[in-house]
């Protein structure tokens, strides 16, 4: 039997916009000191997995991430712009205290994840097309067995999930959101010929010691 291929998603660390509960979208924003020691921290895990590629948003935090990755693995990391968070249009900037003063309904439709309320934002269908069409290209540049990691961004990670598993288009709402160097691991079941959901939301947290353990993030 040929063995199957992995996908790992890897949501960058922290930034000071996510700290703040400010709508990030596409801003470019770096990591904070927080972001860059969970990046630091899910490295390793990372490598332990034995990815034989390793791809990466372009914008800086998504970058910052992949860098601690790269010094873990090795790998040189290829940046791909298709692997960006969605653009949210006007509401890129505000926290989110000010998007429900401005625009109550929309702000609500937001936070259950119907990002198509966002007002000038990118489409969500957009978002699929080119979070499949990267996600396709990494998953046929590995070989059997291997893994690709591909860091990247919230909400086009839960767009993504839902897509290439092949579920009705809303139904990603139903995944929470990942929390900051939370990853997904998708598996390939070669007899099926699709990907399977192995893990979801597998983060690095502290555990009061200098050491890290892996924990699955409830809610």
């Known amino acids: 039997m040929t063995p199957g291929r992995t996908l790992v998603l890897l949501r960058h660390g922290r930034t000071a916009y996510n700290h703040a509960k400010r709508v990030q979208g596409q801003l470019d924003v770096e990591l904070d000191e927080v972001g860059r020691t969970q990046a630091e921290a899910v490295a390793p895990a990372v490598a332990a997995l034995d990815p034989a590629l390793l791809w990466s948003s372009d914008l800086a935090r998504a970058r910052e ?8 693995t090795g790998l040189a990391t290829t940046h791909d712009e ?3 968070e969605i653009h949210l249009g006007e509401r890129q900037d505000l926290t989110h205290e000010q998007y429900a003063a401005r625009a109550p309904e929309e702000f609500a439709r937001f936070r259950r994840g119907d990002y198509d309320a966002a007002l000038g934002g990118e489409p969500t269908a957009a978002v699929r097309a080119r979070m499949v069409a990267v996600l396709g290209d990494l998953l046929a540049a590995l ?3 291997e893994t690709g990691v591909a860091v990247s961004h919230g909400a086009a990670v839960r767009v993504a999930v839902g897509a290439v598993l092949g579920w009705p288009d809303d139904l990603f709402h139903t995944l929470r959101g990942l929390d900051n160097c939370g990853w997904v691991e998708l598996r390939e079941d070669p007899d099926a010929g699709c990907l399977r959901l192995a893990a979801y939301n597998r983060v690095v947290a502290p555990e009061g010691t200098p050491g890290f353990r892996f924990v699955e993030a409830s809610g």
């Not at 991430?65 to 873990?72: G, I, N, P, R």
């Open 65 to 72: 991430t992949a860098a601690y990755v790269e010094k873990a």
């Open 82 to 84: 298709r692997l960006r």
């Open 143 to 145: 070989g059997p067995g």
